[in-house]
């Protein structure tokens, strides 16, 4: 719902393949889910990079004819949602740049908490940018840098930036990933045939046949170009903060993230929640569509059967027009529908994955009722957020996060809820650390639940926007 979180942006690319530029394309329609304001493609012959983007769905973006000007065996995509920048084709990536010492391209899955400070001292120096992204100081960063090597270039500018990124950047003749220091969002290496794959999740190698290799490790750096593939550890170690929401919400549950099976962990979610704070009741529902898992994992829990009993039209363009006379709740209606013969007469247990202003949910609460419903049990698979995310995910401000000035008690009574609980910090935890893992991390940021910000982050600082930059005095560039 527009009430939700959104994820920042989703990242392809692929190097060795004559069809680089098809395959992109393949790759960002997998990865939608991450981003769904503008979409783009950045492809190289081995001498020239050629770029289309524009706004909207993948699928509204690229015609054939878009496509094929995309030539070579080298390309990069991005999908976008906007976490700094507002909404517009100049806020579109990849970034292509072209400086006195050659052409490159930019994606950017991520959010830089330094960025205004670094910005204001840019502006300052002279430069002149184009877009309100963050993204667009790296460009800045890696044109001013005097490092002869290309991928020293850009060690130079990252290691003035501070925050979260997984990046994608792209010569005529080199394809390079980055991920930062603490690996807030995820990064995969994948092969298909005799080409490298990098993306954002594994699900978009899937669909075009390749095969996970493994994940880009926080802090590393990998080149990929006709002598073969090279990583490198340029940066300080931190200590690993993967964001634990894309296993709440973000990452597709076909995917495997930060060395987990998204479905298996939220399934686990679900199980966990319901030894927790089991309800009594008729059936289980979820709210379409991340809410799934979780509710098997709760009805398998609790031994109540699983029912849909909400049904999601898929077909929902970004906009639609509204009705003239009001319709009672219409912006759920039009994405959401209530099942009344699964509903009617029963105690229900409605599984949802979060709770951000509460408005949707309390509409949805409404619907389930007016379907027949005689009770209505809430039950969410994460704890409360009670804080916004300033490491690329488009959250409210905290004023607008009900859960950071109410408590479990007062949402409940806002819902209009029999009742409600949420799964406790320590019991989601404990879920994503299931058995069977392939890499297991020693920890995972989890700000957005408990304020504890892995980097730290200005006092007021609204990361969401920067176009309040204002030209700061000429001087040394900021330390990081």
Same mark, same amino acid.
């Given at each position: 719902?527009?009430?939700?979180?959104?994820?920042?942006?989703?990242?392809?690319?692929? %190097?060795?393949?004559?069809?680089?530029?098809?395959?992109?394309?393949l790759?960002?329609?997998?990865?939608?889910?991450?981003?769904?304001?503008?979409?783009g493609i950045?492809?190289?012959?081995g001498?020239?990079? *050629?770029?289309e983007?524009?706004?909207?769905?993948?699928?509204?973006?690229?015609?054939?004819?878009?496509?094929?000007?995309?030539?070579?065996?080298?390309?990069?995509g991005?999908?976008r949602y =906007?976490?700094?920048? =507002?909404?517009d084709?100049?806020?579109?990536?990849?970034?292509?740049?072209?400086?006195? #010492?050659?052409?490159?391209?930019?994606?950017?899955?991520?959010?830089?908490?330094?960025?205004k400070?670094?910005?204001?001292?840019?502006?300052? &120096?002279?430069?002149?940018?184009?877009?309100?992204?963050?993204?667009?100081i790296?460009?800045?960063?890696? /044109?001013?840098?005097?490092?002869?090597?290309?991928?020293d270039?850009?060690?130079?500018?990252l290691?003035?930036?501070?925050? /979260?990124?997984?990046?994608?950047?792209?010569?005529?003749? /080199?394809l390079?990933?980055? *991920?930062?220091?603490?690996?807030?969002?995820?990064?995969v290496?994948?092969?298909?045939?005799?080409?490298?794959?990098?993306?954002?999740?594994?699900?978009?190698?899937?669909?075009i046949?390749?095969?996970?290799?493994?994940?880009?490790e926080?802090?590393?750096?990998?080149?990929?170009?006709?002598a073969g593939?090279?990583?490198? !550890?340029?940066? &300080?170690? =931190?200590s690993?903060?993967?964001?634990?929401?894309?296993?709440?919400?973000?990452? #597709?549950?076909?995917?495997?993230?930060?060395?987990?099976?998204?479905?298996q962990v939220? #399934? !686990?979610?679900?199980e966990?929640?319901?030894?927790?704070?089991p309800?009594?009741?008729?059936?289980?529902?979820?709210?379409?569509?991340?809410?799934?898992?979780?509710?098997?994992?709760?009805?398998h829990?609790?031994?109540?059967p699983?029912?849909?009993?909400?049904?999601?039209?898929?077909?929902?363009?970004?906009?639609?027009?509204?009705?003239?006379?009001?319709? !009672?709740?219409?912006?759920?209606?039009?994405?959401?529908?209530?099942?009344?013969a699964?509903?009617?007469?029963r105690?229900?247990v409605?599984?949802?994955?979060?709770?951000?202003?509460?408005?949707t =949910? *309390?509409?949805?609460?409404?619907?389930?009722r007016?379907?027949?419903?005689? &009770?209505?049990?809430?039950?969410?698979?994460?704890?409360?957020?009670t804080?916004?995310?300033?490491?690329?995910?488009?959250?409210?401000?905290?004023?607008?996060?009900?859960? %950071?000035?109410?408590s479990? /008690?007062?949402?409940?009574?806002?819902?209009?809820?029999?009742?409600?609980?949420?799964? %406790?910090?320590?019991?989601?935890?404990?879920?994503?650390?299931?058995?069977?893992?392939?890499?297991? &991390?020693?920890?995972?940021?989890?700000?957005?639940?408990?304020?504890?910000?892995?980097?730290?982050?200005?006092?007021?600082?609204?990361?969401?926007?920067?176009?309040?930059?204002?030209?700061?005095?000429?001087?040394?560039?900021?330390?990081?």
């Amino acid at each position: 719902m527009a009430e939700g979180l959104r994820e920042a942006c989703g990242v392809f690319g692929i %190097s060795g393949d004559s069809e680089a530029a098809n395959l992109t394309y393949l790759g960002l329609y997998a990865l939608q889910h991450r981003g769904q304001e503008s979409a783009g493609i950045v492809s190289s012959d081995g001498q020239t990079l *050629r770029a289309e983007v524009g706004m909207g769905l993948v699928a509204e973006v690229f015609t054939e004819e878009r496509l094929k000007h995309l030539s070579g065996s080298l390309a990069i995509g991005h999908n976008r949602y =906007s976490t700094s920048g =507002s909404s517009d084709l100049a806020n579109a990536q990849p970034l292509l740049a072209r400086t006195s #010492r050659g052409t490159f391209a930019l994606a950017h899955n991520g959010t830089l908490v330094n960025a205004k400070e670094i910005r204001n001292w840019l502006e300052s &120096e002279g430069a002149i940018f184009r877009s309100m992204m963050d993204t667009e100081i790296v460009v800045h960063l890696i /044109a001013r840098s005097r490092q002869e090597a290309f991928e020293d270039r850009v060690v130079e500018a990252l290691g003035m930036v501070e925050g /979260a990124y997984s990046l994608l950047l792209m010569t005529e003749g /080199a394809l390079i990933g980055v *991920r930062d220091p603490h690996g807030f969002r995820p990064l995969v290496l994948g092969r298909r045939q005799g080409a490298y794959v990098l993306a954002s999740e594994s699900c978009a190698l899937d669909l075009i046949d390749g095969e996970l290799v493994r994940e880009i490790e926080p802090g590393e750096m990998v080149v990929i170009d006709r002598a073969g593939i090279r990583t490198f !550890r340029p940066f &300080e170690s =931190s200590s690993p903060a993967p964001c634990i929401f894309e296993f709440v919400y973000f990452a #597709r549950p076909d995917s495997t993230v930060f060395g987990r099976n998204v479905y298996q962990v939220r #399934r !686990r979610l679900g199980e966990r929640l319901a030894a927790e704070s089991p309800a009594e009741a008729d059936i289980v529902i979820p709210i379409p569509d991340s809410g799934v898992p979780a509710a098997m994992g709760y009805a398998h829990g609790v031994g109540l059967p699983f029912e849909m009993g909400l049904i999601r039209n898929h077909y929902v363009g970004r906009t639609f027009i509204e009705p003239e006379q009001a319709i !009672r709740h219409f912006g759920v209606k039009i994405k959401l529908n209530a099942v009344r013969a699964s509903l009617e007469g029963r105690r229900v247990v409605v599984v949802d994955d979060s709770i951000v202003r509460a408005t949707t =949910s *309390r509409k949805i609460v409404h619907m389930i009722r007016q379907a027949g419903a005689t &009770e209505v049990h809430m039950r969410i698979s994460s704890p409360p957020i009670t804080g916004p995310c300033f490491y690329g995910i488009d959250t409210p401000r905290r004023e607008e996060l009900i859960a %950071s000035n109410h408590s479990v /008690a007062e949402i409940e009574k806002f819902l209009e809820a029999d009742s409600l609980a949420y799964l %406790s910090l320590k019991g989601m935890l404990e879920a994503v650390d299931g058995p069977g893992l392939t890499k297991p &991390e020693g920890h995972f940021c989890a700000a957005c639940f408990t304020g504890d910000y892995p980097v730290p982050v200005p006092p007021q600082e609204d990361l969401s926007s920067l176009k309040d930059s204002a030209a700061a005095s000429a001087g040394e560039p900021p330390s990081r």
